[in-house]
């Protein structure tokens, strides 16, 4: 959905957009992400009226605090977390109102983000290899097809002794299809070898008996490099996320939001 998302709209989104990919990743992921960031809180300021929201967050905070001074009083307790509650529904229906607003357009722009931005591109004269993941079929035998200019590094056929089957390829700029004959059925995928920032979906899900998806191993961007977080390595959106997230909280703070 995303992806075919982005598709349709890259004729508006790519002139914009496409002059960030000649920086490094992570700065491309961050200015991106800033940019969001501004946008969404700009709306969130037009779209809500913020003296309602000061208003209802001051009396959810001095609703919090007296049902602390009420644990000892059950039924007082729930009057006050009944009106508690009624604020914050008040709250969140107000912020819900620039949510709708920017659903779409950020949908967008993470199709575009998950379209340029998530693997690298396969160059040509690099080895690269392709995957298919099988439901069933052990003891069959698969053979990729493939156009002249690929070359085939691995047997072309092999019989499957597991779930998972991949061949080496290698091949010089182009687009092209690539087939996997099973027995009677055949299934392809395509794959762009080229020296832009571009590629082709790396994975292509199936809803076939026996094969479950056909993959292109594009290796994946990692915008932070080597660092990790808590022995996890960010990809693009985790590094979008987390960018995000410290935008969203500075311009808020900034514009003095509720």
């Known amino acids: 959905m995303l992806q075919s998302l982005g598709n349709a709209l890259n004729f508006i989104l790519d002139p914009v957009l496409n002059p960030l990919l000649k920086l490094n990743p992570f700065w491309a992921i961050i200015i991106i992400s800033f940019i969001i960031a501004l946008v969404m809180t700009l709306v969130y300021k037009w779209a809500t009226d913020q003296s309602l929201m000061h208003r209802l967050k001051t009396e959810l905070k001095e609703l919090q605090k007296e049902m602390k001074t009420l644990r000892q009083d059950p039924k007082a307790m729930m009057k006050v977390q009944k009106q508690a509650m009624e604020t914050n529904m008040k709250y969140m229906t107000q912020s819900f109102k620039p949510t709708i607003i920017t659903f ?30 099988l439901k069933e079929g052990f ?20 019989k499957v002794n597991s779930n998972i089957v991949s061949w080496k390829l290698n091949g010089p700029a182009g687009k092209y299809l690539l087939e996997y004959k099973i027995a009677d059925k055949v299934y392809d995928k395509s794959v762009l070898i080229t020296t832009e920032n571009e590629y082709e979906p790396a994975d292509k899900l199936l809803k076939d008996d026996l094969v479950k998806s056909i993959k292109i191993d594009n290796k994946p961007i990692k915008p932070l490099g080597d660092i990790k977080l808590f022995g996890w390595k960010p990809g693009w959106l985790g590094t979008y996320i987390l960018a995000s997230l410290v935008f969203s909280l500075a311009l808020r703070k900034l514009f003095k939001l509720a």
């Open 139 to 158: 003891g069959q035998e698969i053979t990729i097809i493939t156009p002249e200019e690929i070359e085939i590094l691995s047997d072309a056929t092999q």
């Open 104 to 133: 779409i357009p950020i949908i967008i722009i993470f199709s575009w983000l998950a379209a340029n931005l998530a693997y690298y591109p396969i160059m040509p004269g690099e080895d690269f290899s392709t995957t298919l993941e």
